[in-house]
C-alpha cells in the first residue's frame, strides 16, 4: 500500500499500538453486504493486528444506539454505520471525525467515489463517511408476468403505465400480487418510498417559507395513486411490508413488480430467488414533470469524534471501502455480489458488468437523483427521500405512521367491499 | 389427590389438558423444528411440520456470525450477578421489615415497588450519561447493577411475604432460650427462609435474563447479552425464519432448562407464601 | 419486640436496599424533571434553553396521548383478564387427576422463559405472519382468508402475545394454591352436597383470592412498560392503534431524539402508572394482609 505522510503517521501509530493489541468496535446493521463484511474481516485483523469487536444490530435498534451515544458523546464505538441523512447533520454538529487521510490517499482514490454519493457524504468539500454501499431506487419486475400480460416494459416507465401493468399482473387466485410497496411505517421505510415517489408528482414537503405542504393536490394525487394502486394490485398485510417483506415475497414469486433499492437487484435474481431468471429492471417511474420516483442512500461507514481509536479506525474504513476491498469480495462470492453503488471504476469494470445484469439501470437511477433539487418546485432542504433536517426523523416517523394507517384501512375497506360482491371467497 | 373419579372422566381431563397445554407450548415447537429446517423449507408455501432435510447449517451460520459463547457468558454473569446482589441487599431489609414491622413498613414496601414503574425509555438518557460518566458503558458490571436496582423491589417484596410466613413465635421461643442473634438466624431462620430465597433466586435470574431494553442500549459488544444477540437476527434482508429461529432456540435454551428442572423451587417461590 | 435495639438494627439492615432505591429512583428522576423543562434535542444542540410548560403541553397535545392511554388500560385489563380467567381454569384442569401432570406443569410453564423480543418475533414471523405464518396456514387449510393480525386487530393481537408471555405464571401461582386446598376442605364441601359451581364459589374462589391478588399485582407492574413487543410487532401502528404510553414516550423521546419532550412524558407516564398504583393497592391491600 502507497502511503502519504499523514497514513505513515497514522500507521506507524497504528502498528505500535496493535503491539498491545488494539480493539475497534464497530456498529453495523444486519443487511447482506455488512454481514459479508464482518465474514471477510479476519484478514484484515490478520493482516493488521487490530482485534475487531462487531455490533450488528437490526436498523432501528442500530439507529437508536449509535444516535444515542454520539449525541452524549458516550464514546462506545470506533466506527458507526450511517446514512446520508446522518453524514452531513452530524458532519456540522462537529461529531464526525473528516476522513482526511483517506481523501489524501492517492490509492484510496475519493475522485472514484461516485460524485452523487460523495457530494451527500461531504461537508464544505471535507468527506466524513466513506461509503459502504449506495443505492438509488427503480423498477424490478418479472418479464414472466409481464409478457402473459401482454405488455412490455419500457426502460422508463410512467406511473400510468405501472398502474396499468400491476392491475393487469394481478392474479389473486395464484397469489400474484401486481405490485409490492413499502407499507410499514418509518421514516427509512414507507416514507422514503413515499417522499421520492411525490418527487415524481411535482410535490414537496416544504415550501421555501418551510409550510408543510401536505394539502397540495400534487400531495393527494401521490398517496391517491399509492392508495388504490395497493388496493387494488397490492399484497394483503401491505402496511407492514418494509423492505425485507417485500423481498421475501418477490424472492417467493407473489409480486409483478417491486419499486425498492437497487441493491436489492443482487438478492432478487440470486440463488435465494425462486424467480431468479426472470427479472428485468426499469427507471423508477414518472409523471411527465421531469423527477423519477427514486431516491439516493448511501450506508456509510464514519469515525465518531469520541473514538479513542480514530487512526485505526480509518485504517478498517479503509480496507472495507477501498478498491481492494471489492476485488476480495468478487473472489470469494462473485462479482454480482459486490457491494454496489460507490466507484465509478466498478461500473466501467467488463466483469462487473457481465456478472451484473442490474449494473447500468443501477448507476442511472443513482445519478437521475438529485439530492439538492429533489422535486419539480423549489424547497429549502436537501434530500431525495428525506429532508435534511435534525428534525426530520422525528416528523416523518409520525407522518409515516399516519400514511401506514390509511394503507391499512385502504386495504380492510377494499377487501370487504371485494368479499361482500363475491371476488373474494 | 387421591380423589376417586371415573377413568372415562380421567381421560377427557388428560386429553383436554394436554391439548391446552400443547398449545401454550406451540410457538416454542414451531421454533424447535423451524431452526433445523432451511431458508426455503421454513418459508415454503406448503409448509412442512417436521424438517424435511435436517439441518445444522443455521446454528453455524448463527455462530459465524455472533459469539454465542460471549453472549451467554454475560448473560449468565449478568443475571446471575445482579441476583447475588440483589439478594445481599434485599435479605436484611425484607428481614428487617418481616420481624420488625412499624407503621411504616407498608408504605415503604409500596414506594419500593412503585419505583418498578418508572418506564425505562423515559430515563434512557439520564442512565445514559450517567453510565458515560462512570464509565459503565458496556461493562458486565454496569449492566449488573441496573438489573440488580430494577428488580430490588420485586426481590425485597417477595422476600417479604415469604419470611412473614416464617411464625414469630420460633424467633421468641429461641431468643428465651438465650440463643445468640448469631444462632437464631443459621440455625431457626435460614433453614426455614432457604425455600423462600430460592425461589426468588430463580424468579429474579429470569427476569434479568429476559431484560431486553437496558441490555441493548447500554452495551455495544463485549458486554452485550443474548437478548443483544438475537437483535442481530431480527429482521436482515433476505430470508431469515430459520437462523432467527436457531438463534432464538440458542437463546432461550439455558434459561428452559434451568426453568425446567428447578420448576419445584420456583413453583414454592411464585406463591409468595400464599400456601401454608 | 420493637425494642430501641431492634428499631436500629432493623434501620441498618434497611438502610442499603433503602439507599440503593433513593438513588435509583431520585438521581434519573430528578434528571428527568430537569430535562422535562429544558429544550434538549439529542441531534440538534441548537435547541437549548428553560422551556417551561412547553414541553407537557407538546405531549399532553399530542394527538395520540388519549388513545395511548386508553390503548394502556385495555392492555393491561384485557391481558390480566385473559391471564386471570384463563389461568384460573387452566389451574383448575391441572388439579384434576391426570396422567403426565408433571410433564404438563414443565410444559404450561414454558412460555414464561421466553424473552419477550424473541417472543414477539416468534408470534410476528412464524404465526401471524398473513404469508407465511402457521395461522395462515391453518385458515388458508379451512378454506377461510387469512387475518392480517397486526393490522386488523393491532392491539389485540399484542395482547395475545403478552398474554402468551403471562399465563404460565397465572396458572402456576393459582394452580399451587389451589393445591393446598386441603383435603378435609374438599371433602367436607363435597359431603355437604355442593354442586361443582357452587364449591367453587364459596370455597375455592375465595381460598385463591390472596394469589388472585399477587398475580394481579406483580403483572400490572410489568404490564403498564410493555413496550418490547409493541416495538417489534405492530410499531404502534397502524397509525396509534396499538400505542399505549411506554410506546409513546419510546415515540417522543428516541425515535424523534426529543429529550426533552420524552422526559416531559417519562414524568407523565410515571404519574400514571402511580395513580394506577395507588388504586390498585386500595383495591387489593385488604387481601394481603391476610
Known amino acids: 500500500m502507497k502511503l502519504t505522510p499523514i497514513l505513515v503517521g497514522a500507521f506507524t501509530l497504528a502498528l505500535a499500538a496493535s503491539a498491545s493489541a488494539q480493539t475497534l468496535t464497530i456498529a453495523t446493521v444486519n443487511n447482506g453486504d455488512m454481514i459479508r463484511m464482518q465474514g471477510l474481516s479476519t484478514a484484515f485483523t490478520e493482516e493488521t493486528g487490530i482485534e475487531l469487536n462487531w455490533v450488528v444490530l437490526e436498523e432501528n435498534t442500530l439507529r437508536q444506539n449509535v444516535t444515542t451515544d454520539i449525541a452524549t458523546n458516550g464514546g462506545q464505538y470506533d466506527v458507526m454505520t450511517i446514512g446520508t441523512y446522518e453524514a452531513p447533520i452530524w458532519a456540522k454538529q462537529g461529531w464526525l471525525a473528516p476522513l482526511d487521510g483517506l481523501s489524501a490517499d492517492a490509492e484510496y482514490d475519493v475522485d472514484d467515489l461516485l460524485p452523487a454519493i460523495r457530494d451527500g457524504l461531504s461537508v464544505d468539500g471535507k468527506l466524513y463517511a466513506a461509503p459502504f454501499y449506495g443505492e438509488s431506487s427503480m423498477v424490478m419486475y418479472r418479464k414472466d408476468l409481464m409478457e402473459k400480460a401482454g405488455l412490455t416494459m419500457p426502460d422508463a416507465p410512467t406511473w400510468e403505465f405501472i398502474g396499468e401493468a400491476a392491475r393487469a399482473m394481478t392474479d389473486r387466485d395464484n397469489d400474484i400480487n401486481g405490485i409490492c410497496l413499502r407499507g410499514k411505517a418509518g421514516w427509512g421505510e414507507n416514507m422514503a418510498f413515499l417522499t421520492a415517489m411525490s418527487n415524481s408528482f411535482g410535490a414537496r414537503w416544504f415550501d421555501e417559507t418551510w409550510t408543510p405542504q401536505f394539502n397540495t393536490p400534487e400531495w393527494k394525487n401521490t398517496l391517491d395513486t399509492y392508495l388504490s394502486l395497493m388496493a387494488d394490485a397490492g399484497p394483503s398485510g401491505a402496511s407492514s411490508n418494509g423492505f425485507n417483506e417485500n423481498l421475501t415475497l418477490f424472492q417467493q414469486g407473489k409480486c409483478g413488480m417491486w419499486i425498492d433499492a437497487t441493491v436489492a437487484a443482487s438478492f432478487v435474481t440470486g440463488a435465494d430467488s425462486t424467480v431468479a431468471d426472470q427479472v428485468g429492471f426499469a427507471l423508477a417511474p414518472d409523471n411527465g414533470l421531469g423527477k423519477r420516483g427514486n431516491w439516493l442512500w448511501a450506508w456509510s461507514l464514519a469515525i465518531p469524534n469520541s473514538s479513542q481509536n480514530k487512526e485505526a479506525a480509518e485504517q478498517f474504513i479503509d480496507w472495507a471501502t477501498n478498491k481492494e476491498y471489492l476485488a476480495t469480495v468478487a473472489a470469494a462470492e462473485g462479482w454480482a455480489n459486490v457491494p454496489p453503488g460507490t466507484r465509478t471504476s466498478l461500473y466501467e469494470n467488463a466483469e462487473y458488468q457481465a456478472a451484473a445484469p442490474f449494473a447500468k439501470m443501477t448507476l442511472d437511477s443513482i445519478n437521475a437523483a438529485n439530492p439538492s433539487e429533489p422535486t419539480v418546485q423549489p424547497v429549502p432542504y436537501v434530500g431525495v427521500q428525506f429532508v435534511a433536517i435534525p428534525e426530520f426523523a422525528g416528523i416523518a416517523t409520525n407522518v409515516g405512521q399516519l400514511f401506514s394507517a390509511a394503507l391499512a384501512q385502504a386495504q380492510d375497506a377494499t377487501t370487504r367491499d371485494m368479499t361482500r360482491a363475491g371476488y373474494i371467497k | ?276 | 419486640m420493637a425494642t430501641a435495639q431492634t428499631r436500629t438494627l432493623s434501620r441498618i439492615m434497611m438502610a442499603p436496599a433503602v439507599i440503593v432505591l433513593l438513588i435509583w429512583m431520585i438521581v434519573p428522576l430528578v434528571m428527568t424533571l430537569w430535562f422535562s423543562f429544558q429544550n434538549y434535542s439529542l441531534i440538534n444542540p441548537m435547541m437549548t434553553g428553560f422551556a417551561g410548560w412547553a414541553n407537557y403541553i407538546y405531549v399532553l397535545g399530542d394527538p395520540s396521548f388519549t388513545q395511548s392511554l386508553v390503548n394502556t388500560l385495555i392492555l393491561v385489563g384485557g391481558v390480566l383478564a385473559i391471564t386471570v380467567i384463563g389461568g384460573t381454569f387452566l389451574a383448575l384442569l391441572l388439579d384434576q387427576p391426570i396422567w403426565g401432570q408433571g410433564i404438563l406443569r414443565i410444559i404450561v410453564i414454558s412460555p414464561f422463559f421466553v424473552m419477550p423480543p424473541v417472543a414477539a418475533l416468534i408470534w410476528k414471523n412464524g404465526f401471524m405472519h398473513p404469508g407465511y405464518g402457521v395461522l395462515a396456514h391453518l385458515f388458508e387449510f379451512f378454506g377461510l382468508e387469512p387475518v392480517d393480525w397486526f393490522n386488523q386487530y393491532p392491539l389485540f393481537s399484542v395482547v395475545i402475545i403478552v398474554a402468551w408471555q403471562w399465563l404460565p405464571f397465572a396458572t402456576l401461582i393459582l394452580l399451587t394454591a389451589l393445591q393446598s386446598l386441603s383435603e378435609e376442605q374438599r371433602e367436607a364441601a363435597e359431603m355437604d352436597g355442593a354442586n361443582a359451581i357452587n364449591r367453587f364459589y364459596h370455597i375455592i374462589l375465595p381460598h385463591m383470592a390472596r394469589s388472585i391478588t399477587i398475580v394481579i399485582l406483580i403483572q400490572t407492574i410489568f404490564l403498564l412498560g410493555i413496550f418490547a413487543e409493541i416495538r417489534v410487532t405492530t410499531g404502534g401502528g397502524p397509525g396509534y392503534a396499538s400505542t399505549n404510553i411506554a410506546f409513546l414516550v419510546f415515540r417522543t423521546g428516541i425515535l424523534s431524539n426529543d429529550i426533552g419532550a420524552g422526559s416531559a412524558g417519562g414524568v407523565v407516564a410515571v404519574v400514571i402508572a402511580n395513580i394506577v398504583a395507588f388504586f390498585l393497592m386500595r383495591a387489593v391491600g385488604k387481601n394481603l394482609d391476610a
Do not use: C
Open chain 2, 1 to 276: 389427590m387421591a380423589r376417586n373419579v371415573s377413568t372415562g372422566t380421567k381421560i377427557g381431563f388428560t386429553f383436554a389438558a394436554w391439548a391446552i397445554a400443547l398449545l401454550l407450548f406451540s410457538p416454542i415447537l414451531w421454533v424447535l423444528l423451524t431452526a433445523f429446517k432451511t431458508e426455503a423449507e421454513a418459508i415454503a408455501n406448503s409448509p412442512t411440520f417436521l424438517p424435511q432435510n435436517f439441518t445444522l447449517e443455521n446454528f453455524s451460520a448463527v455462530q459465524d456470525r455472533s459469539d454465542y459463547v460471549k453472549h451467554a457468558t454475560n448473560s449468565i454473569l449478568v443475571s446471575v450477578g445482579s441476583t447475588l446482589l440483589g439478594l445481599a441487599i434485599g435479605i436484611p431489609a425484607a428481614w428487617a421489615m418481616a420481624f420488625a414491622p412499624t407503621k411504616r413498613t407498608k408504605d415503604v414496601l409500596m414506594w419500593m415497588l412503585s419505583t418498578k414503574m418508572m418506564p425505562a425509555v423515559g430515563v434512557l438518557i439520564p442512565i445514559y450519561l450517567i453510565f458515560r460518566d462512570l464509565r459503565l458503558l458496556d461493562t458486565v458490571h454496569g449492566l449488573t447493577l441496573i438489573m440488580t436496582v430494577i428488580n430490588l423491589p420485586i426481590i425485597i417484596w417477595m422476600l417479604y411475604t415469604y419470611f412473614k410466613e416464617i411464625p414469630v413465635d420460633i424467633l421468641e421461643a429461641a431468643r428465651m432460650d438465650g440463643a445468640e442473634l448469631y444462632n437464631e438466624i443459621v440455625h431457626v431462620l435460614v433453614p426455614m427462609a432457604v425455600p423462600g430465597i430460592a425461589s426468588t433466586l430463580l424468579l429474579n435470574v429470569i427476569l434479568a435474563w429476559n431484560e431486553a431494553f437496558w441490555s441493548i442500549t447500554l452495551t455495544s459488544g463485549r458486554a452485550g447479552t443474548l437478548t443483544a444477540f438475537i437483535s442481530s437476527f431480527s429482521s436482515p434482508q433476505g430470508l431469515f425464519l430459520a437462523k432467527l429461529s436457531a438463534a432464538s432456540l440458542l437463546a432461550i435454551a439455558p434459561i428452559l432448562l434451568m426453568g425446567w428442572f428447578s420448576q419445584k423451587q420456583l413453583v414454592r417461590g411464585l406463591t409468595f407464601g400464599a400456601v401454608k
